[in-house]
């Protein structure tokens, strides 16, 4: 079970971190990912790290603005966002897969958990 946490109004030059508490199995042979949808838009992939050796993976267009950390100890998923622009006013979503640290399709994660609403306006 995925459980993302940390959405919420940040204005435009600001920052806020995205939260995903995985729990109900072990994790670590996974991939998480982070996604988002905008409205009017496809789910969008943004980030993945391999839950066992840390290693990342971004999209281009968040690249230097997002980051995505893992926390073993707490079986989180963070992403972190910074430089947050109103393009990024989206529903956000972390999933996870079994390997493949660079599969980016949403259809290609099979575990999703509900997403958080961040909202970037002044």
């Known amino acids: 079970q995925l459980q993302a946490s940390g959405g919420g109004l940040v204005q435009p030059g600001g920052s806020l971190r995205l939260s995903c508490a995985a729990s109900g199995r072990t994790f670590s042979n996974y991939i998480m990912g982070w996604f988002c949808q905008a409205p009017g838009k496809e789910r969008e992939f943004l980030a993945s790290?391999?839950?066992?050796?840390?290693?990342?993976y971004y999209a281009d267009s968040v690249k230097g603005r997002f980051t995505i950390s893992r926390d073993g100890a707490k079986n989180t998923v963070y992403l972190q966002m910074n430089s947050l622009k109103p393009e990024d006013t989206a529903v956000y979503y972390c999933a996870a897969r079994r390997g493949g640290l660079y599969y980016t399709g949403m259809n290609e994660y099979p575990s999703w958990g509900q997403g958080t609403l961040v909202t970037v306006s002044s």
């Open positions: 790290i391999s839950w066992s050796s840390g290693a990342t």
